[in-house]
């Protein structure tokens, strides 16, 4: 059935791979790297085949339930809840199979070469074959209980792979910071299934959406507000966006594919599949759209004051998932342009990051751009890659980040009443802030006078780190023409996220295409005046309140602490006193009756003088009280 029954193969074939790695220890050095990249080679083979099988099946047989191993059988079966193993293949799960498997093989290739000297390379493949079996997992489930078991997974991936180097502390608990923060987004994701079983509609996807209108508006709301709070946590949408700058820890290739082209993107995808619960909350689909707003905002301002190329990427993701989340929460009119942006984001967004790696790699693993200057001529290559995935990113046309980007600031102008203007603007201010800080990197990085010390000597990376950089910057230049051929991705998606709901903008389109390319213009000239006409000062110069602010990330750690960790802190130590003076009083009470029975003991001495007294004693007693009450009589 037009490639289907690969889903379980696609899965399973990685986690094969990565339990493998694992288990051989350091006998597989040598060679556990490349059967990683083989095992991705796979996946992407099985991949295309669904996709390519889907394209020519009819379309009225699109889409399949593939259940493993055996149908029928229930994989949780308690009381009412019964869960079978299925996946489901369908126009969404398969193009999130193809860019998580196509991205994926690409960043396998560059970490061979990349990750060359490190002594761990083959536990570092390991993680990321398990993290690609995890991702490709989340999207191909068939019900929220399958889906939680990736979504866990890709957290425990990422926790790995960001701490990574481990020897570093800063670098550990940049990893503990990314999985704390995640756990708190997955409390959401299990009070929505939660709520959903107590419904009676079962944790399938199939039941689910399709008695979505049934739940109630109340109901749905709270699902609704659930499934994005877990969102948040994944995709770093605020107010759960704070691990993700510190998640640069890592390794550049892991950068490029977890925070580039998957795990961030899969809280854009549990929205888009949930759809239905969102349609029938007006209000938490409000929500969504407002969160994904302020996130492109934020993200974008915190863009302009990083020096770090990684950090300055970092942000830049955070604000372009913020698109994504824009769109999702515009309803039916915006769900196919968010999964359009996420596609092409994850080409130029992972030939950015790789880009970044590459210029790390020659510049001896230096993060600082007031470093760097003048590697145009140093890295060609570098330099021709990273400048088509900055254009990309621009919205240039017609390069790929114009053909999806645009859709969704043309989208959020639609609507009614004051709506249209706050996200409308909010989306093509933050294309005019995306155009600064990109272009400041890209000066900074590549052009103007050489900032480096005389003892460095950038050179290319090897044929395995330029390849995929060439690739990917191919897709930049290409895939969002592409993916509007035909039908386009729209059409593709269609029977499972519906036609998109044409409305006129508020704006008239071409005035709306002006006013972007406008913004972004001003945007990349006032980056070449301050990065370029000007010198670059080595040191960073303390800046304004705002300056000093953005390269604090707006205070977002110390938002976290005063209103989360203190009074955490605080709880906790209450609950310990108090649970200290409940077992004090329980202990006490043990002591007592232990002490008495201790001194009763000793009245049991087995002399029988001892007991005559003890009797005749009672007796007496017992005599004067009755006397007593004669008396009183």
């Known amino acids: 059935m ?90 969404l799960s398969v193009t999130f199979v193809l860019l998580v498997t196509f991205v994926g093989f690409l960043i396998h290739l560059y970490s061979v070469s990349y990750m060359a000297h490190d002594p761990d390379r083959r536990r570092f493949f390991a993680y990321l074959n398990l993290f690609v079996a995890a991702m490709l997992l989340l999207v191909l489930s068939d019900s929220f209980v399958l889906l939680f078991v990736g979504w866990e997974g890709v957290g425990l991936a990422s926790y790995l792979l960001i701490g990574f180097w481990d020897r570093v502390p800063a670098n550990a608990t940049a990893g503990k910071k990314a999985f704390v923060m995640n756990r708190i987004g997955d409390m959401g994701l299990l009070a929505a299934m939660a709520l959903l079983f107590a419904q009676g509609h079962g944790l399938g996807f199939g039941p689910v959406l399709a008695g979505a209108s049934g739940l109630g508006e109340g109901t749905a709301t709270a699902v609704g507000l659930c499934l994005l709070l877990a969102a948040c946590g994944k995709s770093a949408q605020v107010p759960l966006q704070a691990w993700l700058g ?225 690739i990917l910057a191919a897709g930049s230049v290409a895939l969002g023409w592409l993916l509007t051929l035909g039908g386009g991705i729209t059409g593709w998606l269609a029977p499972v996220l519906g036609e998109p709901q044409h409305q006129e903008p508020v704006i008239a389109a071409p005035a709306l295409l002006a006013a972007t390319l406008t913004l972004v213009l001003l945007g990349g000239l006032l980056a070449w005046w301050r990065y370029l006409r000007s010198a670059v000062p080595v040191e960073a110069p303390p800046g304004n309140l705002a300056v000093r602010a953005a390269r604090a990330d707006l205070y977002q750690d110390n938002f976290n602490e005063t209103l989360v960790a203190v009074p955490g802190r605080w709880l906790t130590r209450g609950l310990v006193r108090s649970e200290r003076g409940v077992d004090g009083a329980f202990g006490g009470l043990g002591r007592g009756v232990a002490g008495a029975g201790e001194r009763l003991r000793r009245v049991q001495n087995g002399y029988v003088r001892t007991y005559a007294a003890t009797a005749i004693g009672g007796l007496l007693v017992l005599t004067a009280i009755v006397l007593s009450l004669i008396g009183r009589g």
Do not use: N
């Open 2 to 91: 037009f490639g289907a029954s690969l889903a379980p193969w696609v899965i399973v074939v990685p986690l094969l791979s990565a339990t493998l790695l694992l288990l051989a220890g350091r006998r597989a050095d040598r060679w556990g790297h490349w059967l990683a990249v083989a095992a991705s080679g796979a996946c992407l083979l099985g991949g295309a085949v669904m996709v390519t099988g889907m394209w020519r099946a009819d379309p009225a047989a699109r889409q399949a339930l593939v259940s493993w191993p055996t149908s029928g059988v229930a994989w949780i079966s308690a009381g009412d809840l019964r869960v079978p193993l299925e996946l489901r293949v369908d126009q």
């Open 246 to 470: 510190d998640a640069m820890a890592g390794p550049t290739p892991v950068s490029a594919l977890i925070h580039a082209a998957t795990m961030v993107t899969a809280g854009v995808y549990l929205v888009v599949r949930s759809h239905a619960i969102f349609e029938a909350a007006p209000a938490a689909q409000l929500v969504v759209a407002i969160v994904g707003a302020i996130t492109l905002l934020y993200g974008a301002v915190v863009g302009c004051a990083k020096d770090d190329i990684k950090k300055t990427l970092a942000a830049s993701t955070m604000s372009q998932i913020g698109y994504m989340m824009l769109a999702a929460g515009l309803g039916p009119i915006g769900y196919a342009f968010a999964i359009f942006h996420l596609v092409t984001h994850g080409f130029f967004k992972a030939g950015l990051f790789l880009g970044a790696g590459s210029v790390m790699h020659a510049m001896g693993d230096s993060t600082d751009m007031r470093r760097f200057g003048g590697l145009s001529r140093l890295l060609p290559v570098t330099y021709v890659t990273m400048g088509l995935g900055w254009l990309a990113i621009l919205g240039i046309p017609p390069l790929s980040g114009f053909w999806s980007k645009d859709r969704i600031i043309e989208a959020a102008f639609t609507g009614v009443g004051l709506r249209p203007w706050v996200f409308g603007l909010a989306a093509l201010l933050g294309a005019g802030v995306t155009a600064f800080y990109m272009t400041r990197l890209f000066f900074m990085t590549f052009l103007g006078r050489r900032r480096f010390d005389d003892d460095v000597h950038p050179a290319e990376g090897s044929w395995l780190m330029r390849l995929p950089m060439i």
